[in-house]
Every structure is written in structure tokens, then in C-alpha cells.
């Protein structure tokens, strides 16, 4: 089974939440949009998921009750 390894995590996560904030930051997040995409680049990183969708992928069932 091939383990899942978050990489350029942070990257994404910080741009996310950029494109969420109000006011929204075109600059701010068009800078982040460029680190997300050194990092890819950088990482050789062919494909994004998320935790939930690896876990799918690998059979594992979600755990229940958590937010």
C-alpha cells in the first residue's frame, strides 16, 4: 500500500485560506498562488488530494464524529 505524503501542504493551505479571508487580497494571494507553484514545480508534485480522498483511495474508512 503506498503511504500519502503531504507535500507543499503548508503552501496550499496558506493560499486557501487567502482566497477565503474579507477583505480578499489579490496581491497577497496571487504571491501565495506563486510559492504553491515554485513548490509543485520545485517537488516534482503531478497531483494534489486531499487526506480524505487518499484515505478513499486506499480503502480506509473515515472516522465518524469528528469536525
Known amino acids: 500500500m503506498e503511504k500519502a ?3 507543499c ?3 496550499a493551505v496558506d493560499l486557501l485560506n487567502c482566497v477565503a479571508e474579507s477583505p480578499y487580497d489579490n496581491d497577497k494571494c496571487l504571491r501565495l498562488l506563486q510559492a504553491l ?5 520545485k517537488q516534482n508534485v503531478k497531483k494534489f488530494s486531499l487526506a ?4 478513499k483511495e486506499a480503502g480506509v ?6 469536525s
Open 5 to 7: 505524503v503531504a507535500v
Open 9 to 11: 501542504g503548508q503552501e
Open 37 to 41: 507553484r515554485d513548490c509543485a514545480v
Open 52 to 55: 480524505d480522498e487518499a484515505n
Open 61 to 66: 474508512s473515515p472516522k465518524k464524529g469528528l
